[in-house]
């Protein structure tokens, strides 16, 4: 079972939950930069929560699958079409027809959309994962962008994901491109996506070097993404940020949210791609359930962040994943009738 890349969109990846424990010898993690978004597409097809999804940047592709199969769209508001047929619903199981040749256009809203698969695309895994990170040109696909002709094969669908299947299927006809669930993920289980979010964050282990002002400047000014930002992190440009006297650091460990202050005084929001050591001063730790929030946030948009204590963060966490689960619960008690 595969399938074909028609066209690729402006870059479109594959992309898991990553490539875990090797920071220490310089690999970074990767996997997908909307990590939310990713495992509720996966959830909504049965699939376990770090399967292989595409990652569609800005513009979607082009697809055309040969065979009956079971995918949701989850994230940015990219407007999909299967044929000449109204618009594939999102955030939802849909069950594509055999044949058929699914366009995903530009962006509405958001920067990245995943398209999951029932049974997720089966490309080789390298250093246990099947993500893509362009730059060290690690597989996803042959360690790059998808292209045009490209060919992706698809695993075995769960036993939650056949079932689902039968269902849509018994009730669809036949010669309809597609077959949507009645159901899906309710808006308020969705991170708080916006035009220009409002972020939360803790303060970084070096936050009491900078001076008060900046500090204070830091969270509650808004700070603009400039158009360098890419899936490394999101240069910002705002209030200038100094420290109360220089500081001379090693490099020490740089993660996904660590927000770094460089000399010019501009900060940068590191993504799923950061580098694994870092040499300049930590201001902030965006939360982790908000790091979707700066996934979607499009160049030239605003950001504010809006400081909380660690013992909030970690809250915030335990509910998203209790609610990440309880999706996945309820999507299988839904497939078996």
């Known amino acids: 079972m595969s399938v074909v890349v028609l066209e690729p969109g402006l870059q479109t990846t594959v992309q898991d939950a ?16 909307d990590a939310f978004a990713l495992r509720a597409a996966n959830a909504l097809v049965g699939n376990a929560p770090g399967e292989a999804a595409l990652e569609m940047t800005l513009t979607g592709a082009s697809l055309r699958f040969e065979q009956d199969v079971l995918v949701a769209l989850c994230g940015a ?17 849909v069950l594509l ?53 490209d060919r992706l094969p698809l695993g075995a669908p769960s036993a939650a994901a056949a079932a689902l299947h039968a269902r849509l299927a018994a009730g669809a006809a036949r010669e309809a491109p597609f077959a949507a669930a009645p159901w899906a993920l309710a808006p308020g289980a969705r991170p708080r996506y916006a ?52 500081l001379e650091m090693r490099s020490e460990a ?15 929001a590191l993504l799923a791609d950061a580098q694994t050591t870092g040499g300049y001063p930590r201001i ?15 160049p030239g948009a605003t ?14 966490y335990i509910r998203q994943e209790l609610e990440l689960r309880r999706i996945a619960a309820a999507v299988r008690m839904r497939a078996n009738g």
Do not use: N
Not at 18 to 33: I, N, S
Not at 285 to 298: K, M, N
């Open 195 to 246: 035009e220009h979010p409002a972020v939360r964050a803790v303060r970084g282990r070096e936050a009491e070097r900078f001076e008060a002002v900046s500090l204070e400047a830091f969270f509650a000014a808004p700070y603009k993404l400039t158009p360098q930002s890419d899936r490394m992190g999101c240069r910002l440009e705002g209030p200038r940020l100094a420290l109360r006297e220089s």
């Open 18 to 33: 990553g490539r875990f424990g090797l920071r220490g010898v310089g690999v970074v993690p990767g996997g997908a930069a």
């Open 254 to 268: 740089a993660v996904p949210g660590t927000v770094q202050v460089p000399p010019h005084g501009q900060p940068i």
């Open 284 to 298: 902030a730790h965006i939360a982790a359930v908000d790091l979707p929030l700066l996934a979607q946030t499009r």
């Open 97 to 149: 027809r055999s044949g058929t040749a699914l366009r995903i256009r530009a962006a509405r809203t958001g920067v990245r959309a995943y398209l999951a698969v029932a049974g997720g695309f089966a490309v080789p895994a390298v250093l246990g994962s099947r993500s893509a990170h362009v730059r060290a040109q690690l597989p996803g696909f042959a360690g790059r962008a998808l292209r045009a002709g």
């Open 303 to 316: 950001v504010r962040f809006v400081e909380i204590t660690h013992a909030e963060a970690q809250a915030l």
């Open 77 to 93: 508001d990219m407007d999909a079409r299967a044929g000449s047929g109204p618009p594939l619903p999102r955030w939802r199981p």
